[in-house]
């Protein structure tokens, strides 16, 4: 049979085959070494990977580690019982931004997201540069997909996996005539395992006993997806739809653990982008709507905590039910000028968001959440400079505000952003400095919560140096910085915190390619967080070791990966050792087995049940990430 | 505007440099295939990487003149043009029995197939650094 990928140590035609193939990695068109410490994991990566969701990467991200919120939702920042808190990191899909109005961030609906349409992810971290999007971000992943310039064709995928979860998809991608397309439909069904906890339940209004009661925590969830994309070279229409829906773990609200519950995600967007003057103008539009529901049942004995802003007051409570109606509008122009030593670029951003989170019920009659505040509109521009001082040295400048407007009785906010940057490159070192600060505004979905909250703010410096050879590459990175106004959970909700706080990290990192296909790549990451809660409580020390393997022979393709987590307060050290073989029956025929989380030991995390003192405090632990077998087939036609 | 040799930022290196590298591969493949160093070749309708660099091919404007047809797409091809070699640019382009081989991209990788049966009738016989990408059809 034909051998159409090994190439290595041949001459003539294969040598150049290989070389084409190095030098067209659609990633090393779009990735930006100044915008930020950059992380990029290739096509040949993510295949090799066996990367089936975005959450197998994220799981080995320095500095954070992948969680869920207490619906089950992804939230890498986790800190429960706040709903959400990776509102910072920021997830695009080519040119657009995916998010959800209350949230902003869409990483809840889309940090597990199939993979299976994608060529290649770049994930900036460390403040990155401002001209990615209308709101700043501590980190940003961006997701490409596949397109029909490498892709002609299609593919059909099936996975099946531990408790019967599966995974279907299909992508069909061709040009002609200066047009071209790419189609794509994906069916997930999820299946995870059941968790049953007990616990005895306190009864906060009510004169009962406590009661004992045993619960099944469930997190299944089904994913349907199309993606669309119709362009040509200057211009493209995107259309993505997705629905999630399944359990919801804990549901939104604290106090008891339910019997059923229930989410569904349905989110449609359309967006455009607009390439002119010779790539130097890019005029973007995007329109999403999103629907979001949530129910939680509960037995009559073991009410959950009275909602606060209910009206009438129900209790106790044996279902609720919240809706929420988003829709959201972003206008993006950008231009760039290439004077002399400079490359400046200019841009204007515009975003309009509603969100109607009056359908609520409670026991399953309507009981509207208060319809004070459901509109913001931001305002953005920003300035870059980025100055090439000689052959091996730029410096970048940048200066980013927004201006939040709300209506009702929610105040407006004004951000601002600075980011100074010094890269020096040669052929073995790169240097790279960024002093940054950034404002960043407060999410709807705490505003809603508490409307007084101020904007927090950091301010960082970070430096990383690199050192490559022929076989190597060698990389420090070192930071550190402080916070203001953290969100925190307080008695009546959320909070600012009142202290400043410190955070300091360092990376290690080494890659050692044994040859074109067979790397060794070893990480330690340490990161530190003061408590924004109290002086008297610890700092967070967290510890990451990331061991990765990936090698070829033959017609397979060997992945190992190892992360080891410590420093977690609350939850025991975990160590998730993953591991998958990928076999090239012929060049359109492909086997893959995979299983990750091998030793079931990898992180956990802990949520509330009943927080402390009212009037006792019980968590709930569960893994982040389960134990979990793959068994999949692809074919290309 | 300074040289940038060694900021590795400027995205218009890399298309460059992609380009001339899918210009070398067209080149080296031609020149197999006709045994010449400079080989005319009739380009229908656009190959871009050689639009910017044809290397030591030379563009002709109608087939009558060519060694070889290079296909960016095998629909409304001049009649003229099939008595020639055709050599596509895609996959799909091997559905024309007519076309002897391509040169292409298929899950994120670059790719050359020839035909074997497709090379015997047109009597080409390709060095043996490309017997890996011949198949028996």
């Known amino acids: ?637 | 505007m300074k040289k940038t040799v060694l900021i590795f930022f400027l995205i218009t290196t890399l298309h460059a440099s992609d380009n001339k590298k899918a210009s070398e591969i067209f080149n080296f493949i031609v020149k197999v295939i006709t045994k010449k160093e400079n080989s005319n070749v009739y380009i229908h309708t656009n190959i871009s990487s050689l639009k910017v660099y044809s290397g030591s091919l030379r563009i002709v404007a109608d087939c009558d003149k060519a060694d070889l047809v290079l296909l960016s797409t095998t629909k409304n091809l001049p009649p003229e043009c099939n008595k020639k070699i055709l050599f596509g640019s895609r996959y799909s382009h091997l559905k024309n029995p007519n076309v002897i081989g391509s040169f292409f991209w298929q899950k994120g990788r670059p790719n050359i197939l020839f035909y074997q049966k497709r090379l015997k009738k047109h009597n080409i016989n390709l060095d043996t650094s490309f017997n890996r990408y011949i198949e028996n059809k």
Do not use: C
């Not at chain 1, 003539?12 to 659609?26: H, V």
């Not at chain 1, 040119?95 to 902003?104: A, N, Q």
């Open chain 1, 1 to 637: 049979m034909l051998m159409l990928f090994s190439l290595s140590g041949a001459d003539g035609i294969d040598s150049l085959l290989q070389e084409y193939e190095t030098n067209s990695e659609l990633s090393n068109k779009t990735k930006d070494e100044s915008a930020g410490n950059l992380i990029v994991y290739t096509r040949d990566d993510l295949e090799r990977m066996q990367v089936e969701s975005l959450k197998d990467i994220l799981k080995s991200l320095r500095l954070f580690a992948y969680t869920e919120n207490r619906m089950g939702q992804p939230d890498i920042l986790n800190q429960d019982p706040i709903n959400y808190y990776s509102s910072g990191i920021r997830v695009y899909l080519n040119e657009t931004e995916l998010l959800t109005g209350i949230t902003g961030s869409g990483l809840i609906l889309f940090g597990d997201m199939e993979m299976d349409f994608i060529d290649h992810v770049e994930i900036y971290q460390g403040f990155p540069s401002f001209d990615f999007g209308i709101e700043p971000a501590t980190t940003v992943i961006r997701l490409y997909s596949k397109s029909a310039e490498h892709d002609e064709g299609g593919r059909v995928k099936v996975n099946i996996s531990t408790h019967g979860a599966n995974k279907e998809n299909i992508y069909y991608t061709n040009s002609e005539n200066g047009i071209s397309y790419f189609i794509y439909a994906n069916h997930t069904d999820d299946k995870k395992d059941t968790y049953s906890h007990s616990y005895t339940h306190f009864d906060t209004q009510l004169p009962i006993p406590p009661s004992l009661h045993t619960e099944t925590l469930k997190r299944s969830t089904e994913t349907k997806r199309f993606y669309g994309s119709v362009g040509t070279e200057n211009h493209t229409v995107d259309l993505h739809i997705t629905q999630i829906k399944g359990d919801a773990l804990l549901g939104p609200i604290l106090g008891s653990i339910p019997d059923n519950t229930y989410k569904e995600n349905n989110y449609l967007n359309l967006s455009t982008n607009s390439k002119f003057m010779d790539s130097s103008l890019i005029f973007n539009l995007s329109y999403t709507k999103s629907e979001i529901e949530y129910l939680s049942e509960y037995d009559i004995e073991k009410s959950p905590y009275p909602v606060a802003d209910a009206n009438p007051m129900v209790y106790p409570i044996t279902s609720y039910n919240q809706k929420v109606d988003e829709d959201i509008f972003t206008l993006s122009l950008k231009k760039q000028w290439n004077l002399d030593m400079h490359a400046l670029t200019l841009g204007a951003q515009y975003r309009y968001k509603t969100f109607d989170m009056s359908d609520r019920t409670i026991n399953e009659v309507h009981n509207p959440k208060p319809k004070n505040y459901d509109k913001e509109q931001i305002y953005s521009i920003f300035i870059q400079d980025l100055i090439t001082l000689n052959d091996n040295s730029i410096i970048t400048l940048s200066i980013m505000d927004q201006e939040f407007k709300r209506n009702s009785n929610v105040k407006n906010q004004n951000t601002l952003q600075l980011r100074l940057g010094y890269i020096y490159t040669n052929e073995e070192w790169v240097t790279k400095t960024f002093i940054s600060s950034q404002e960043f505004a407060t999410e709807p979905y705490v505003l809603m919560v508490n409307p007084n909250l101020e904007e927090s703010n950091y301010k960082s410096i970070l430096q990383e140096i690199s050192y490559k050879t022929k076989q190597t590459l060698s990389k420090i990175t070192l930071g550190i910085g402080n916070s203001e106004n953290m969100l925190i959970p307080t008695s009546s909700g959320i909070g600012d915190s009142d202290l400043k706080v410190d955070l300091r990290t360092a990376i290690a990192e080494f890659t050692y390619n044994f040859s074109k296909k067979d790397k060794l790549e070893l990480q330690a990451n340490y990161w530190f967080i003061e408590s924004p809660v109290t002086t008297a409580d610890d700092p967070t020390e967290h510890i990451s070791y990331i061991v990765r393997m990936l090698n070829s022979v033959s017609n397979f393709d060997i992945f190992n990966e190892l992360v080891i987590h410590t420093g977690y307060t609350g939850v025991d050290d975990g160590y998730d050792y993953s591991a998958g073989i990928k076999y090239r029956v012929n060049k359109d025929f492909h086997l893959n087995i995979k299983g990750e989380n091998i030793f079931n030991n990898g992180l956990d995390a802990d949520y509330y049940n009943q927080v402390p003192n009212m009037p006792a405090e019980d968590k709930v632990i569960i893994p982040a990430i389960e134990r979990r077998f793959t068994l999949g087939m692809e074919y290309l036609f």
